[in-house]
T-cell receptor, first 114, second 111 residues
Framework: KAGVTQTPRYLIKTRGQQVTLSCSPI?????VSWYQQTPGQGLQFLFE???????NKGNFPGRFSGRQFSNSRSEMNVSTLELGDSALYLC?????????????FGSGTRLTVV | GENVEQHPSTLSVQEGDSAVIKCTYS??????FPWYKQELGKRPQLIID?????GEKKDQRIAVTLNKTAKHFSLHITETQPEDSAVYFC??????????FGAGTQVVVTP
């Protein structure tokens, strides 16, 4: 059974640019959550999607957005990149949207903003 | 995570000793408490979880305890081994599916 797949693995962007990250969940998983991981802030919740609907949102500016497609694949977009957006972006998929059933994380996308 | 406090931030133990990590939370609606282990350069992996209707759960050398009244839960690792060295994250979740993570504990097991 394939795990959670995130692409690309590494990305270098310039300040002001925008970026799109992709996440393919485990087959059958309908919930996809996104987290930002930095050394100083730990794992910060960005948003969660279930059946193409955003169910939860964290405390991030509107530059961070996402969507989910009918096949449960999800994308997140960051516009007008800032140096502080450099981080590991992790997505996690789950069978159920409630009570965090068995989140499985992908390997992440390492974003560097220069 | 702003709603979950995790202590200590670093923990050094001798191989064979026990390690204990503690987390406190504030949201009374929280009903799911997983623990994740993240080795250097790898993804976080779920190692054990507990739901609010259970006070303790064990899986071989790891155990988690939950005190809902006091709003804290702990991870216990017994007979630590070098491969237990990693960053451990606690988290709390509610029925809406959002997980809030603690800041993590760097565990170092020295032979």
């Amino acid at each position: 059974k394939a795990g959670v797949t995130q692409t690309p693995r590494y990305l270098i962007k310039t300040r002001g640019q925008q970026v799109t990250l992709s996440c393919s969940p485990i087959s059958g998983h309908r919930s996809v959550s996104w987290y930002q991981q930095t050394p100083g802030q730990g794992l910060q919740f960005l948003f969660e999607y279930f059946s193409e609907t955003q169910r939860n949102k964290g405390n991030f500016p509107g530059r961070f957005s996402g969507r989910q497609f009918s096949n449960s694949r999800s994308e997140m977009n960051v516009s007008t990149l800032e140096l502080g957006d450099s981080a590991l972006y992790l997505c996690a998929s789950s069978l159920n949207t409630g009570v965090g059933y068995g989140y499985t994380f992908g390997s992440g996308t390492r974003l560097t903003v220069v | 995570g702003e709603n979950v406090e995790q202590h200590p931030s670093t923990l050094s133990v001798q191989e064979g000793d026990s390690a204990v990590i503690k987390c406190t939370y504030s949201d009374s609606a929280s009903n799911y408490f997983p623990w994740y282990k993240q080795e250097l350069g790898k993804r976080p992996q779920l190692i054990i979880d507990i739901r609010s209707n259970v006070g303790e759960k064990k899986d071989q050398r790891i155990a988690v305890t939950l005190n809902k009244t006091a709003k804290h839960f702990s991870l216990h690792i017994t007979e630590t081994q070098p491969e237990d060295s990693a960053v451990y994250f606690c988290a709390e979740g509610d029925s809406w599916g959002k997980l809030q993570f603690g800041a993590g504990t760097q565990v170092v097991v020295t032979p």
